[in-house]
Every structure is written in C-alpha cells, then in structure tokens.
C-alpha cells in the first residue's frame, strides 16, 4: 500500500496514546491521528478513513476532517493571510494550504477567492496550490458526447462568456449568448456537453439541449399558468430577464414551449400575456 498525501487513506489503528492513535503508514511510519479526531470507542485493529497532510512541523498527520479541496482537484478558494513568501488559503484544516507567488496569477489578496489547483510539489513534498490552473488541465482526449451531463466550476469571465473547469479534469467554455442565470467564480453546477471541438476544446450549455428539454418544460408551463387563474402576464415578446426569474428558462426554451402549447390549442397569446383557452 502506498500512502497518498492529500487524499484519503484507510489505515489500520496500532497504537493508543494520551494525544490520540497512531496509524500504520508503513513505509512512512506511523502516523499520528490527534485526539481530537479519533472515533469513540476506537481501538487498536480499527480500519479509519484519514486524510493526510504534513503538520507545521513538516510531519505526515491524519485527521477526519474533509478538507474544501484534494490533490488532484480544483477548488475555489479564500485567501486567510499572506507574508512574505506567498498566500495562504483557507481550506478546512488546521494548516493553511500554500500558494507560492510564482504560482500566483496576480497577487492575491486577503479575504478575495481564487481558483487553484492543489497538488504535491515533487521537490518539497509539500501541499500547495497554483491559480495557473490551466498548466494542470489533463492531456487526455475528452471523450465527451453532445448532451452529456457534466459537473462544472465557474473559473473565469472573458469577453466570450464563463471559462468552466469540468469534471476536475478539462477546461470547457459557457457563451454569453447562451446563458440565462446569474453565474460568477467559485459556482459549482450541472452542466451539458454541447461539442467537442476538433481542437478538443468543450463548448458547454446550462440547460439540457433538444425536445425533451422543450417538452417536459411545456407540461410545466401549462401547470402553472393553470395554478395562476389561468393567465399569467409574460408572453414571447418579454424580456429574457424575466423569463428566466419566472420560470428557470432561456428565452429560447420558453418560446419553444409557448409555440408548442399554442399549435396544440391549449393556450392562446394576448397583449399582456398567455391565457388558457376556453
């Protein structure tokens, strides 16, 4: 077994102390789990799933907590204090994770959020963490297909719309054009896989593309204007804005719905609204 720095380890319980338990690290000793985290009623022969970090010390310790963020993944992070070295964000744990300021895309700021990517530096064996996240996207050919579902965090505005980093693995792109909510850095959400680009770049979408999007939004256009008298004051000329504040939608989706609705002569269009007919 090999011990994971910043991830998740189960290891078995071998020793007990006044300060806590020691568990089997092999290779790398025994490892303290202060008391603090240790189980009630935990013994010697326990299997506890641990995470694993170095002390201020630079020692291997365990602890039960989850931290905001592992190696290997992206997270949006605040930054607790800074000196002369560099910035350190709060991630949950006892210890700050460390962000050099060669790994800083500008200088961060103390109580401001950034996106970084936490890893194992190989010379210091240390935790830290880099803004420049896009050095740590995976060389893997995404092998995504159109309206695939994917999770997704909001990492930066550009004068195309959102950068998104997806599935803590490839960088994807939301356009302005196609967003319909209030979204900023650090969101975490769902997502759909609009293309895969012949450069391997990933186009993105909030809503989930086709007709059966369109079709289970028309039901539920239909059950509220039923719920609301039977009328209800937006029609396909009003703003997108409020559309999405009613409904959830992009203008699009509602005037697909609206036209559906319509064709099948459930509703009927007037100057202020849509109403039911008959």
């Not at 240790?38 to 799933?49: H, I, M, R, S």
């Not at 803004?131 to 909001?154: G, M």
């Not at 039901?219 to 009328?231: N, V």
């Amino acid at each position: 077994m090999n011990i994971e720095l910043g991830k998740f380890n189960t290891l078995e319980v071998v020793k007990t102390v006044d300060f806590g338990v020691y568990l089997d690290g092999e290779q790398e000793g025994e490892i303290l789990l202060p008391t603090r985290y240790v189980p009630d009623n935990c013994q010697v022969g326990d299997f506890l799933n641990v995470f694993l970090y170095l002390d201020n010390e630079e020692r291997l310790i365990a602890t039960t907590l989850t931290p905001l963020v592992q190696v290997g993944e992206f997270a949006c992070l605040e930054v607790a204090w800074v000196n002369q070295f560099g910035a350190f964000l709060n991630w949950g744990l006892m210890k700050d994770l460390f962000v050099p300021f060669s790994e800083q895309k500008m200088k961060m700021l103390v109580g401001n959020k950034y996106v970084i990517h936490a890893h194992v530096d190989e010379e210091s064996y240390r935790i830290v963490a880099s803004a420049k996240v896009e050095r740590y996207f995976s060389k893997e050919e995404p092998t995504y297909e159109p309206d695939d579902e994917v999770n997704i965090l909001i990492w930066q505005k550009t004068d195309l719309g959102f950068k998104a980093i997806i599935d803590n693995k490839f960088g994807g792109l939301l356009y302005d054009s196609e967003i319909f909510q209030p979204l900023h850095t650090g969101m975490t959400l769902k997502a759909y896989v609009k293309q895969v680009r012949e450069d391997e770049k990933i186009d993105l979408v909030l809503q989930k593309p086709g007709f059966e999007k369109i079709d289970d939004f028309a039901k539920s256009l239909l059950q509220y204007i039923q719920t609301h008298g039977g009328s209800v004051a937006v029609n396909d000329k009003s703003p997108a804005e409020e559309i999405y504040d009613i409904f959830q939608v992009s203008k699009k989706t509602f005037k697909k719905a609206v036209g559906d609705l319509y064709r099948r002569r459930l509703i009927k269009l007037t100057d202020v609204g849509l109403e039911l007919v008959g």
